[in-house]
């Protein structure tokens, strides 16, 4: 089974949630909402926070390096034995193209990739072995090099 999961910042305090993204219909308004088991363990409670809909962003389904959940919008640092290579990547989702090395051309991709100015964009790929979370476009936007 897939879990689609999300983070977005709450509108109350702006502190960030994770969970499922809903946007009812006929609502204008955004929604995370989260699962919290009582002291018995044997039912769920559902918490709803409204939640900023521009700061919302998917779960890859991937970790980094040290076990932290990787989301679209996030910064990494690309690790390859201790040394940081090529600068901070912000994480996105979409169509990019990719370079097939078999075709020897580029083709269109679709799914999350790692993206920096003055650089191709690229598939995440196996990110427990090289990438590391160092913020957020919405946190530390000074992160970035454009």
């Known amino acids: 089974m897939e879990e689609y999961l999300f983070k977005a910042k709450r509108v109350d305090n702006e502190r960030w949630e994770k969970g499922y993204y809903v946007k009812l219909v006929g609502d204008n308004h955004h929604y995370i909402f989260t699962g919290v088991l009582d002291i018995t363990g044997l039912y769920p409670t559902l918490c709803r926070y409204e939640v900023f809909p521009e700061t919302c962003q998917r ?75 160092v913020g957020n476009i919405y946190d530390n936007p000074e992160l970035l090099d454009d």
């Open 59 to 133: 779960y890859t389904g991937l970790n980094d390096i040290s076990g932290t959940q990787i989301y679209e919008g996030d910064i990494i640092e690309s690790h390859l034995g201790g040394q940081v290579l090529v600068g901070n990547m912000v994480i996105k989702y979409g169509t990019y193209q990719a370079y097939c090395p078999a075709d020897k051309q580029y083709m269109d991709s679709v799914g999350f990739y790692a993206s920096k100015k003055g650089y191709p964009d690229m598939p995440i790929g196996p990110t427990e072995v090289y990438a590391k979370v």
